[in-house]
């Protein structure tokens, strides 16, 4: 019987489950392993000390660790129907005349091409790949941070980056993330990528949107790029485990679904 497991094997098969799932009720660890919920939520403890999983409300989700990216091409093409979903739906948060900071990746790629439909929007971004693509017309403007340029993601980074960050004003800032965890925040694996990104937000008056596949909840990279209490949105997929909303709520996120797959 489950129930006759020694704590250390419980924990492991505990562990086993939450990774198959991503996600586990303390209730049905409960169930499963025939122990109280009082020993469930010791052996979660426990697992969360070990940095293996995340405490979440009435059960844990598993951590993943995030060592190093992929190539800006090859994040484009993964999940691209989603990121077109995700890009659509979180520049609809934008109104007409906003100044906007947007970062770089594959997901804000397209919450800039959204952005561009909106009248007279100001959109100021390090993301290079974007730039080089979009037809602002000429209701719209878009300015390009200077700086280091970072061949694998299409951005721009570095001091230049941050001199002329630190002169600007904006009412919104749309942000990609590579982790997105209840426990860490938003994350980076580019320490000068989290740099950038922290200083937008800093110079940013209105709200901060976080754009990101359901993918990355969960995940936790390197580089702190803000806590989850600096954000006000988070545009994702369908695939978004509902059972995270609270936890997300707390932290006083507002959640929005842009669709799946």
Partial sequence: MSGSLIPAGRRSGML??????????????????????????????????????????????????????????????????LKTAIGRRAAKIADAGDTVFVNSGSTTFQIIMALLNLPDIRIITNNITAVLEADPGPDNQLLLIGGQYRFNSGCTIGSFAAEMIRGLNVSKTFIGADGISLKSGIT????????????????????VIVAADSSKVGSVSTFSTASLEQADYLVTDNNFDESFRPDFEEAGIKIIKAGGM
Avoid: C
Avoid at 28 to 49: C, G, M, N, P, Y
Avoid at 188 to 207: H, N
């Fill in 16 to 81: 086993s489950q939450i990774k198959e799932k991503g996600f586990a009720a303390v209730e049905d660890l409960a169930e499963k392993f025939d122990v109280s919920v009082i020993t469930i939520r010791r052996d979660l403890d426990q697992l969360e000390s070990d940095g293996l999983i995340e405490r979440t409300h009435g059960g844990a989700i598993y951590t993943r660790h995030i060592a190093s990216e992929s190539p800006y091409k090859v994040k484009n093409i993964r999940n691209h129907k």
């Fill in 188 to 207: 980076s694996p580019i320490a000068e990528e989290a740099a950038v990104t922290r200083m937008m937000i800093e110079r940013t008056a209105g709200a």
